[in-house]
């Protein structure tokens, strides 16, 4: 089965840290052109939080996380990850991971029509 699993999440108090895995299964990453992250927290729309691209190497992070979360990428795991510091209240969210739309160093766009989005991994902070 080809999907992506997203893995990581937990309980984070203020100013703590937490690392956010995407691992490819039934595929491999190098089949694809970068991968997103994406969150949705309560009662709000999903938001793209940052992406990695494959292909020309760009990497974005949406500003609420500038400088706090760092994306990247393990080929032999054939995983990406989310590092997430100096987390905050309102990064409260399920994170997700998919395949973008696109993926440029000012913005990711979520793919069209997926459906399926999976479980995705809670990231609660809280004190």
């Known amino acids: 089965q080809v999907r992506l699993v997203e893995s990581g999440g937990g309980l984070a108090q203020p100013g703590g840290s937490l690392r956010l895995s995407c691992t490819a299964s039934g595929f491999t990453l190098d089949d694809s052109d970068g991968i997103g992250w994406f969150r949705q927290a309560p009662g709000k729309e999903r938001e793209g939080v940052s992406c990695?691209?494959?292909?020309?190497?760009?990497?974005f992070y949406t500003n609420s996380v500038k400088g706090r979360f760092t994306v990247s990428r393990d080929k032999p795991r054939n995983t990406v990850y989310l590092q997430m510091n100096s987390l905050r209240l309102e990064d409260t969210a399920i994170y997700y991971c998919a395949t973008p739309l696109w993926c440029t160093t000012t913005d990711v766009k979520e793919p069209y029509g997926l459906n399926d989005w999976g479980n995705g991994t809670l990231v609660t902070v809280s004190s």
């Open positions: 990695i691209n494959f292909v020309d190497g760009s990497i």
